[in-house]
C-alpha cells in the first residue's frame, strides 16, 4: 500500500514567504512591512492572500500578485493560490511597520511622517536627518511618493506620502 | 450587502457608477495630453500623478459595475461609443487648440479652473458616498478620497495663485471660469435616472451638493478677489443622459485606437 503524505501549507509558512515579496519599485521593503497584506487564509493547500493596494493607480499591482504567486508556488502543499486586491480597511501610510520604515530609509526615501491637528506634515531628511528641508514636489516618480530638498546636506530625496482618512 | 438591495437597484446602482467611472477617465485622458507640455516639469511630473491616480480611480468605478454583471471594466472603458457615455460635458471638452501629435496650443487657465472645480466637486460626491446605501460604493469611495486630498490641494493651489497673480494672469483666470461654467450645470446631475438614484439612498441630492461646493466656492472667490456671478449654472445639453460634443468623439478615438486594432489582445 502505498504512503500518501497530506502535507498541506500552513498559513505561518505563508506568512514568512510573503517577507520576500518586495514593493517592486523598493526593493528594500516587503509588502508586509508595507502592511499591505490584509488577510491570508488557508484551506487544505488553498491560499487566498488579501491585498490592501496603496494607491488605487497604482501600476505596480499586477507585478505584485505575479511576485506573490510566484513565491507561494515554491511552498510544499499548496494547491492553488488566490490573490485578491480589497479596499476595506483602506490602506493608510500608518500600517507601514518598524523594519518596513527603515527599509525606505535605506533606500533614501523618508518614512511617512503622521498629520498634525491642522493637516499639516513634517519629514527630515533620510540622508542627513535635518528637519531644514523644503517640499520640491508633492508628486513624485510614483504615485505614493513626493520630492523633497535637504538644505543642510544639499540632497534632493523622496518620502512616503503621508496617507489618512482623516 | 443585501443581495435584494442590488436586485432592486440595480439599474440606479450601474448609472450613478459608469456616471462616477467615465467622468474619471476622461478626466484622467484629457490629464494625460498635457504630459510633456506642462507648464513647468514638477507640473508634468504632478499632472501625470493625478491622471493616473484617476484612472485608478475610474477603474474601480468600472470594476464595480463589471460586478453587477457588465462587460469588463477594460470593455467598458474603451469600447463604449460616445452615445453611451454618462460624463459630464466639461470634463470631455479639449484643452484647447491643436493637438498634441501637432503644435498643441492648449489653454492651462482653462485646465487649471476645470481640474480646480472638477475635483472639489468630486470631492464632495467622495464624502456624500460615504454614507451611501451600497456599501462596496462606501470602500470605494474613502480610498479614493485619501488621494483626492492631495489633487484638490494641488489645483486649489494653482488657482489662487494665478488668480492673485498678474493682470493678464487674472484676465485669462476669468475668461477660463466663464467658458468653464458654460458646461458645468450637467456636473451634479444624475440624468434621468435621479429621482431613483436619491430615493434609493445611493448618494445625496443634486441640490445638496451644489449647495456645499458653492460654499467652497466662496471662500477661494473672496481670497481671489473674484465676482460670484462669475457661477452660473445653465445647461443646454445633459452628459449624464448620454447626450455629447464631438470631443468626445474625437477622444475616444484617439484613446481607443491601441485597443481596437486587437481587442482580443492580453495586457
Redesign the interface.
Known sequence: MAIIEHMHVGIDEVRRKLEEVKDPEIDTVSIVELGMVEAIEVKEGHVVVKILPT?????ALPIIQKNIEQVLWSLRGVVSINVKFI??P???SDRINDAGRKGLKKFGIAPPPRFEEDGSWHVDCPFCLSTYVTM??????T?CRS?LYCKSCKNPFEAM?P???L | MNEHFVYAHREELISLLLQLADDDFIYAFRGAEWLGLAPHIEEDVASASISQNSMGHASMFYELAEELGLDEANILAHARPAKERRNSILLERVNGEGSYMGTPTYNWAYTVVRNYFYTQAKKIKMESLRSSSYTPLIDVALKVNMELHYHLLHWRTWFVQLVGATEEANEKMVSAIKEVMVDFGDLFSYGKESETIIAAGLIESSDVLLERWKQQMESIFHVGGLDLHLLTFKTEKNGRNQEHTADLDQAIATLAEVYQVDPAAIW
Do not use: D, Q, R
Request: charged fraction near 10%; hydrophobic fraction near 35%; charge should be neutral.
Open positions: 494607491f488605487l493607480g497604482c501600476p479596499h476595506s483602506p490602506w493608510t520640491e514636489n508633492l508628486f513624485g516618480p504615485a520630492i506620502k496617507v489618512s482618512t
